[in-house]
């Protein structure tokens, strides 16, 4: 029985450009085939299970040929898998597209097209240039800048070109001199303005502008590769007015964020939106207690607590998860008086349409037990799900209080499988900021690195070459702990707070 293949446009760099179709695809995928420009985050999109398949496609250097691609497309689809081919860009745009879907259909194997932004679009777009601007240009065209070697002759119209308003040209990096030459030569002003936008939308993103004239020698100067959009004529002149995405206050700042792969997404949403590039390493994977009778049994006895205690959200869904298995459910807590540790906390207990009585202000046992005094906890029954390593300081000072505290492990961290390869190859393209959210983080991060790799992390951060920012002061002290030179860390233990923290440490509100 024959599968099925999706012709996935996956944007031009930024993963949040991806469509909602495309994002449904890579959801049911059982096979994975992309090319180098496509945003190695869109991969976390597919199942765990589903096999990732790299066939490169980078400038020249291929590592299976156009025909191999299709083979692999169609045997895959005849073997009855669901397949997403996840192409830089739109598909159709000189992405070769059509030639995939030709072959497709010649086998008789069953796919769909899933356009996607192009670059030709928005690389232009987010280095502050319109492609077209009723002020300067109602026409755009749209050019490939390295046609099919094996054409004995140039197929594009340079004197039609040269009569149009905006041009734009994709994979033109090589041929840019003869391309500027071509369009002089046809009529088109050596003072046409003219830009080079590489790694556009991604916070590698490098523009430069010129005009017809100068961009070949500024390019060759800047030494600007692939890949890039080449963009021609007035709309250029926009770009000091409009420019936004170079200005966010994160822009081309590499953050490695080291929290759950669940919880890493809020952290890295916020610092994307703020320009940065965001490599998700996580250091901590969330799993059930070795011994899960504790817990099992206090959810099941959870009317007869005065008190309960959380420090994380991952305590409030683990608790709530074993209520549920008990067969019971919130009315259950009735009688029960709730607190938080924190915002995140609190948030996770309204999620299940609870309020607590209780929120600390400061993401630290210490704040929590500053936000619980003078509560009357003498003599109450306190239960505190939490995770099966934590700091004692807690329930310590409850009994202290004459509390009658009863501490259940409602998971456990452990570092995740395979984090240590992606971790190596985040530190040999370079890092410039490290967020740790937890002591956990911390220590989960330094496990898996080599000696080497951690001396070199220490080194950087006493040098000032790499920012290290943690959540609170607890986890900057387990940081310094570890040799680390912790440089940011906000007054609200919040990742809101973190977020402006960092911006505010580079001095860009």
């Not at 001199?177 to 002089?184: H, N």
């Not at 556009?200 to 890039?228: C, D, F, H, N, Y």
């Not at 099966?388 to 004459?402: D, I, K, M, S």
């Amino acid at each position: 029985m024959s599968g099925k293949v999706y012709l996935v446009g996956a944007g031009p760099g930024d993963p949040e450009l991806l469509t909602l179709k495309g994002a449904r695809c890579l959801g049911q995928a059982q096979v994975v085939v992309y090319d180098f420009l496509a945003n190695p985050a869109l991969l976390d999109l597919a199942p765990a299970a589903a096999e990732r398949i790299y066939v490169g496609k980078k400038g020249g250097d291929h590592t299976l040929s156009q025909d191999e691609i299709n083979r692999l497309l169609c045997d895959f689809g005849k073997a009855g898998k669901i397949v997403v081919r996840l192409k830089g860009g739109d598909p159709f745009v000189f992405g070769r597209g059509g030639e995939e879907a030709s072959a497709l259909a010649s086998a008789g194997v069953s796919f769909e097209v899933v356009p996607g932004v192009t670059s030709a679009i928005a690389a232009p777009a987010y280095a502050g240039i319109p492609v077209t601007d009723r002020r300067c240009s109602t026409e755009v065209a749209f050019v490939t800048g390295h046609e099919d070697p094996t054409k004995v002759s140039s197929s594009i119209n340079w004197p039609a070109l040269a009569g149009l308003g905006t041009l734009v040209f994709l994979m033109g990096v090589k041929n840019l001199p003869d391309i500027c030459a071509q369009l002089i030569t046809h009529g088109k002003s050596p003072q046409t303005p003219a830009a080079a936008v590489r790694w556009g939308t991604t916070s590698q993103q490098e523009t430069i502008t010129g005009t017809l004239e100068s961009l070949p020698r500024l390019v060759s100067e800047a030494g600007l590769k692939p890949p890039a959009v080449f963009v021609v004529g007035e709309v250029v002149k926009l770009r000091p007015e409009i420019a936004w995405f170079e200005k966010l206050p994160l822009f081309g700042k590499r953050v490695l964020v080291t929290r759950t792969r669940k919880q890493a997404s809020k952290l890295s949403r916020k610092l994307r939106a703020m320009g940065a590039e965001v490599i998700e390493i996580p250091t901590i994977a969330i799993q059930p207690p070795a011994d899960p009778g504790p817990l099992n049994k206090a959810a099941a006895q959870a009317n007869t607590y005065d008190w309960l205690i959380f420090t994380s959200a991952n305590g409030v869904e683990a608790f709530f998860a074993a209520l549920q298995d008990a067969g019971r459910d919130v009315r259950a807590l009735a009688g029960a008086l709730l607190a938080a540790i924190g915002p995140a906390t609190a948030q996770a207990l309204k999620d299940k349409g609870l309020l607590p009585e209780v929120t600390a202000k400061s993401f630290v046992a210490e704040g929590l037990l500053e936000a619980l005094k003078g509560q009357g906890l003498a003599g109450k029954r306190v239960l505190l799900p939490r995770a099966a390593q934590a700091r004692e300081v807690l329930p310590e000072t409850l009994r202290q209080w004459g509390a009658v505290v009863e501490v259940v492990p409602a998971y456990e961290s452990v570092p995740p499988k395979g984090a240590g390869q992606n971790l190596a190859e985040a530190l040999a393209r370079g890092l410039e900021v490290i967020t740790f959210t937890a002591s956990s983080t911390v220590e989960n991060l330094l496990a898996l690195v080599s000696p080497a790799d951690r001396k070199r992390l220490q080194d950087l951060s006493a040098q000032g070459k790499l920012t290290v920012a943690a959540i609170g002061p607890i986890t900057a002290e387990t940081a310094r702990r570890h040799g680390l030179n912790v440089q940011v860390v906000p007054e609200a233990y919040t990742i809101d707070a973190l977020v402006r923290a960092l911006a505010a440490h580079f001095n860009r509100p």
